[in-house]
Nanobody, 116 residues
Framework: QVQLVESGGGLVQPGGSLRLSCAAS????????MGWYRQGPGKQRELVAR???????NYADSVKGRFTISRDNAKNTVYLQMNSLKPEDTAVYYC??????????WGQGTQVTVSS
């Protein structure tokens, strides 16, 4: 089991930036993929970005060029740098990890609100 603790959400104006962090603990040796999903009001949860243990990254088309995912394996932490934020980025952002035995663990979620 992997425990995840997120931080960094908040209220930001359109065009602004935020950085989300997610620290993992527990069975960290089994982590393969780390990433972020989000769920906006009245929307389904969607994948935002993910990073594999080897460094490969994937992004949703809606955030390409604006968001950057990174991973510090020494700190067992994944980051999501979000720039040029738009109102449609407003959502609860959930950190997740996929282990080598295909188990998914989730963080508690952090609210990101983009509004003037």
């Amino acid at each position: 089991q992997v425990q995840l603790v997120e931080s960094g959400g908040g209220l930001v104006q359109p065009g602004g930036s935020l950085r989300l962090s997610c620290a993992a603990s527990g069975s960290i040796f089994s982590i393969n993929v780390m990433g972020w999903y989000r769920q906006g009001p009245g929307k389904q949860r969607e994948l935002v970005a993910r990073i594999f243990s080897g460094g490969t990254t994937n992004y949703a088309d809606s955030v390409k060029g604006r968001f950057t995912i990174s991973r510090d394996n020494a700190k067992n932490t994944v980051y999501l740098q979000m720039n040029s934020l738009k109102p449609e980025d407003t959502a609860v952002y959930y950190c997740y990890v996929l282990t080598t035995n295909y188990v998914t663990n989730w963080g508690q979620g952090t609210q990101v609100t983009v509004s003037s």
